[in-house]
Structure formats: C-alpha cells, structure tokens
T-cell receptor
C-alpha cells in the first residue's frame, strides 16, 4: 500500500514570496491533515479536511495561509506571502476517517526555509 | 484546552537496555486517546502505540509498552531491549473524543548507543 506522498521535499524561498505544497493521501482515506512542525517542537495542526470539506482550521493563519482539497483527494497548502517564522517542516497526514481512534499516517514532509 | 508535556528533551540508553520516556497531559474530558509517535531522522512519523483512556489495561506492542496513570494524567513509554533503530524523536500525543485534533508534546530525542 502506497503511503502519503508529499512534494516538494525541500523548498527555499525569500520572505514575501509565495510557496505551495502538495499532498496525496493514502487511497481511500477520507480525512486529511496539514501540520506545521517548527524545529525543536511537536507538530501543530493547521487544517483538517473531511473529504473536501474543512473540519478544523482554527489554527491556520488565514491572512497568509490557504488550503484546498478539491475532489476530496489531493490537497495543496499555500503560503502567500511567506515570513521568516514560517520556516518549518510541513507534514501531511491522512486517516481512514476522522474518528478519535483512527491512526493518522504521515508523509515525509516538506522542509521550508524562508530567507 | 488540551496540553501535552514531555519534560525530557533528550535521553540516551545502551543497546539491549530498557528506557522509559515520560509524558504528562491535561484534558477536561473523561474519554480520549493517547499515542506515542516515533520520528526517525528521515522525518516519517510512525505510530508506535495507542491507549484508549477508558481501558485500564496498559497497551503493549512487542518491545513497547505504556504505563497509563489516568488519575495522575501520566502516560510513559517503556522500550525494552533497545535497538539502534529505536534512535529517533518520540512524541506523545492526545486526542479528545469530542474533537478530532491531535495535540503533540515537544518531543524526546532518544539515542541508543552501541
């Protein structure tokens, strides 16, 4: 079974530029999550999708971050414009459903460096 | 609000020995799930073990076991017969049944020495 795919793996941009990350969840997984992991910290949930609808985006900085999951499969996360403090690893995860006990499977992440 | 605290930023253990990683949490709910995730240097986060709060019996998965103390809100991970491949960052995480958000602790970097 293929895992969660993410691209690119690494990205370096200058502040005020825009960047987009892509995630392809495990086939059949209805729930998709985007996390931000700053160096030395645990992951923090940015947004959760159930199919193509948003379940939780309370910790998403909506003035610069946006995400979509068209057709309920792939998802993209965009930052526009980027700030220095956005430097982090962005993790995508998916689960079969959004239930509490369902295991979340994580992708390899995209390491973003903002100069 | 739910919080998770891991007070050991780094730990080391000799190969074949046993090590225990600590985790405390806070939640106002009675039903929730607790998890330990492993993140090796390649960065792919992997679930190690899961505990349902309403189950009194501690979860075990091969060399990994937990000590779940619900009243004390403590959830430690014991790794027996440590192997070099256990070297990784370990995260404790909490998920309340009323919501879907997974809240992670700060992590403990475990190094297994040969």
């Amino acid at each position: 079974e293929a895992g969660v795919a993410q691209s690119p793996r690494y990205k370096i941009i200058e502040k005020r530029q825009s960047v987009a990350f892509w995630c392809n969840p495990i086939s059949g997984h209805a729930t998709l999550y985007w996390y931000q992991q700053i160096l030395g910290q645990g992951p923090k949930l940015l947004i959760q999708f159930q199919n193509n609808g948003v379940v939780d985006d309370s910790q998403l900085p909506k003035d610069r971050f946006s995400a979509e999951r068209l057709k309920g499969v792939d998802s993209t996360l965009k930052i526009q414009p980027a700030k220095l403090e956005d430097s982090a690893v962005y993790l995508c995860a998916s689960s079969f459903a959004g239930g509490t006990g369902h295991e979340q499977f994580f992708g390899p992440g995209t390491r973003l460096t903002v100069l | 609000a739910q919080t998770v605290t891991q007070s050991q930023p780094e730990m080391s253990v000799q190969e074949a020995e046993t090590v225990t990683l600590s985790c405390t949490y806070d939640t106002s709910e009675n039903n929730y799930y607790l998890f330990w995730y492993k993140q090796p240097p390649s960065r792919q986060m992997i679930l190690v073990i899961r505990q349902e709060a309403y189950k009194q019996q501690n979860a075990t998965e091969n060399r990994f076991s937990v000590n779940f103390q619900k009243a004390a809100k403590s959830f430690s991970l014991k790794i027996s017969d440590s192997q070099l491949g256990d070297t990784a960052m370990y995260f404790c995480a909490l998920r309340e049944t009323s919501g879907s958000r997974l809240t992670f602790g700060e992590g403990t970097q475990l190094t297994v020495n040969p």
